[in-house]
């Protein structure tokens, strides 16, 4: 039994039946029209409670099916079988200290099945499309949302078109073309794959996985924030971070992590609202600009070798700056060279391999400690979005190189020397 009443267009307030609409608002289009799901959450809190979910053991149930009343699922049969989310959350003292904060946490999203928290979007995806009866489903992405794609795609054996930029990691190409996804490598920028995307799905008939303008992409994102309500009530009962830190593309997964939390604070799970803190790289910036402005979006060149959130246009720009706004925290930038030197450091300090973009927040935080946004009594939790093995050219340009030896034991000891002597 499906809980959602409608879908709201979060510019013009217009609603409407799910049968009149399928991704964005008919009156003001696709580039402002976002919907976002509604649901009726007295009912819902009959069925998801604290204690009802205390009740059911089996944790490693997917989150499609263990918060299935608050997700726009109409068949429970399609939800594919791979083992989505329940990913692990660590208590992180020694990074807390590297911070400069009270405590932190990391909840390592590269555990899902493709290594990236976008297989939560894409597993909602393939069930929306299946539910329609797609004859293909389509995306276009920087790397992540292709790879979580093509392998959702394929376990539910729908066709999948995928449309990325010349630049995307060769490691999240090669999770394309394994899955078998038909892959169209666009000799542009990211926002130009997006809108041959756009206009090939529409000419095609396939259904659009774009989380931009598909509604209920953001409601398998909210998923992780479900989890993390449910883990922490596990591990410190009546308590939740200050803090929930993200980097930030397109502004689906910001806005999906505080729709969670809020669902979640609505249903007891939470005592209180955290705030969120959005982070940025240097080089693409557009939601920082506009939240230190006070303005509206105004679209940037995208330089940054965090490419899964290299998007100087973002699409759900709305829910993004929401997050930030409501929940009264902030969006920070950090430079490329501060994002490098954080895959070493959540490594090492919370042993968690973290490709660029999902390691950004590290940088934020300590950014946004120095900048006094977060003072050094309150905690954070940090979601960690992918894993370093998507970008492991990027990794070794954050590490440096091994060290050469023949196998020649007096060369390890004269390595060892200089390198006890350094």
Known sequence: MSYVTGLQCVHCGRTYNTAEVEYYCLACGYHDGILDVVYDYEAIGKKIYPASMGQCSDQSMSPMSRYLPLLPIDDATLIPHLQLGWTPLYDAPRLASEFGVARCWVKDEGRNPTASFKDRA?????????????????????????????????????????????????????????????????????????????????????????????PYLIEGKKTVSLELAEQFMQLTPGEFPEWVVVSVGDGCTIGGVWKGLREMHLLGFIPRLPRILGVQAE??????????????????DAQTLADSISVGHPRNFVKGMRAVTESGGAFVSVSDEAILQSIPTLARKASVFGEPAGVAGVAGVKRAVELGLIARSESVALIMTGNGLKDIQSAMRAVGQTIRVRPDINEVREAVGLALTA
């Not at 080089?283 to 940037?300: D, I, S």
């Open 122 to 214: 894409s597993a909602m995806g393939v069930v929306k499309a299946m539910e329609k009866n797609a004859s293909k489903i389509a995306c276009a992405s920087t790397g992540n949302a292709a790879s979580s794609l093509a392998a959702f795609a394929a376990a539910a054996q729908i066709p999948a078109a995928i449309f990325v930029p010349a630049h995307a990691p060769a490691a999240k190409v090669a999770q394309l073309l394994v899955f078998g996804a038909q892959v169209f490598s666009v000799q542009g920028t990211y926002d130009q794959a997006w809108e041959l995307c756009m206009r090939a799905s529409e000419e095609f008939g396939w259904y659009n996985r774009n989380c931009a303008i598909n």
């Open 283 to 300: 080089g693409c910036k557009p939601f920082v600009t506009a939240w230190e402005n006070h303005a509206g979006l105004v679209p940037c």
